[in-house]
């Protein structure tokens, strides 16, 4: 009864998969002018996120009912700026910063972050692991480079206040983000495999995609901006790749229930027979 499930999660990867290649692909073959259809493509990943969180959410109305709805909430908050984004760029043809955008965008970092942590508070998350304390010491390096290129240089390059402060705000939530990534990593150690185990270890790759493209346009944001080919493609690549391992996360939730559900069932069935 297992393999489909297991079936259905490997046809979500390769539909991402392809979604993320035709997106890479489109935007560098297709000239400027078709950008505003490219980034339709690009919303995809972020919408399908939020209404898979929201299914999940629902399933899981219970015990971790609150931790997925606030980590579908900051995803949503994410999908907001990106709306929010699309509508300033390619139709008012404005590009003010800050923004209603970013604005939604720095919203959707402490939610994910209390997320995390309420989910995995009832965990046995220790740095006992030495895969747990790589893990601790690479989050340490990135955020060094974080709050290096993140934090010092927009007081450097200078600015106005409220541009240095959201450009700072911006990268002390990758560093919260990185915090949580590691203290998901080593609650997912403590369960020895299993769903639940796919699904924080999918949605650690989730936080670290996200987090590559945030330090690459905090490094190269103008290039990015101004919209240069591969660059450009590849952090976009980056950012929809984040958006669907959390996709792909919510799913392994899923199957993880209804396998438990099914065993459930079957074991009802047994002991009915048994009693009968």
Known sequence: ????????????????????????????VLPQEFDA?????YLAAPIVAVLWGIYTSREYAGSSLSSLALITGGLGCWLGGELVWYYLDYIANANPYPSAADFLWLAG??????????????????????????ALFAALALGIVVAYFGIR??????????????????????????????????????????????????????????????????????????????????MDSLWMAGYLLFFISFEEMLSAKRRAAEKLLSYNLRSKKRTG
Request: proline share 3%; aromatic share 12%; hydrophobic share 55%.
């Open 153 to 234: 240089v927009p007081f450097e390059a200078g600015g106005s206040a409220p541009e240095i402060i959201i450009a700072v705000l911006y990268n002390v939530g990758d560093l919260v983000l990185i915090s949580s990534a590691v203290y998901l990593f080593a609650a997912s150690l403590s369960f020895e495999g299993g769903s639940l185990a796919k699904s924080y270890l999918l949605m650690v790759l989730a936080i670290t995609a996200i987090l590559l493209a945030d330090v690459l346009f905090s490094i190269l944001g103008e290039e990015y901006i101004a919209g240069t080919g591969a660059l450009s493609a590849a």
């Open 37 to 41: 259809w490219i980034y339709l493509i």
């Open 109 to 134: 970092y402490p939610l994910i972050f209390f997320g995390i942590i309420g989910k995995i508070k009832r965990t046995k998350a220790g740095f006992y692991d030495l895969r747990a304390k790589a």
């Open 1 to 28: 009864m297992s393999e489909p499930k297991s079936d259905s999660i490997r046809v979500h990867v390769v539909l991402s998969v392809l979604l993320i290649a035709i997106h890479f692909v489109l935007s560098l």
